[in-house]
């Protein structure tokens, strides 16, 4: 069976939902009473503790 070229409207599609997912994935946050909890060494809360303490 060969292979068949995408036409231009489909890899636009293919590249968009791509990055959509990759958004996605970049873009969760965990929210206050989340069933995951955040952990104390992540890099999230040592960048929050960072900003917290300049801003005093």
């Given amino acids: 069976m060969g292979v068949t070229r995408l ?5 636009y599609n293919k ?9 996605l994935k970049l873009a969760t946050n965990l929210e ?6 955040q952990s104390k060494t992540d890099q999230l809360a040592k960048n929050n503790a960072i ?3 300049l801003s005093k």
Avoid: I, P
Avoid at 15 to 22: A, G
């Fill in 7 to 11: 036409k231009r409207k489909d890899r």
């Fill in 15 to 23: 590249t968009v939902s791509r990055l959509e997912v990759q958004g």
């Fill in 32 to 37: 206050l009473g989340s069933r995951s909890k």
């Fill in 51 to 53: 900003l917290a303490a």
